[in-house]
């Protein structure tokens, strides 16, 4: 949410099935998106690009959650600002 602009910003999540076992949750805004130079490095833990903003901890933390429930979270190329892929297994609950 603090990349988009204020004014006309817009973020976009979409869910759906991922195989035949798992949710897919994408998350899209139409901010500045992530420079291919820190790419490598917005998972690290207190990186940060907001310059004293943040602490560096958010998707640090989203990352290794996600990974806790046997899922991933990934960085995918937006074609007009950022765009996140996250994967977790689905857990039928109706049994």
Do not use: W, Y
């Not at 500045?32 to 943040?54: L, M, W, Y």
């Not at 959650?65 to 960085?75: P, T, V, W």
């Amino acid at each position: 949410m603090d990349a988009v602009p204020e004014e006309h910003g817009c973020i976009d999540i979409t869910l759906k099935r991922h195989g035949e076992e798992g949710v897919e949750i994408m998350v899209a805004d139409n901010g500045p998106g992530v420079p291919p130079d820190v790419r490598d490095q917005i998972f690290d833990i207190f990186f940060s690009t907001k310059g004293g903003r943040g602490t560096g901890l958010g998707l640090t933390c989203s990352a290794k959650i996600a990974r806790e429930h046997k899922g991933r979270l990934l960085l995918l190329d937006g074609e007009d600002g950022a765009c996140f892929q996250l994967i977790l297994p689905a857990v039928n609950r109706a049994s």
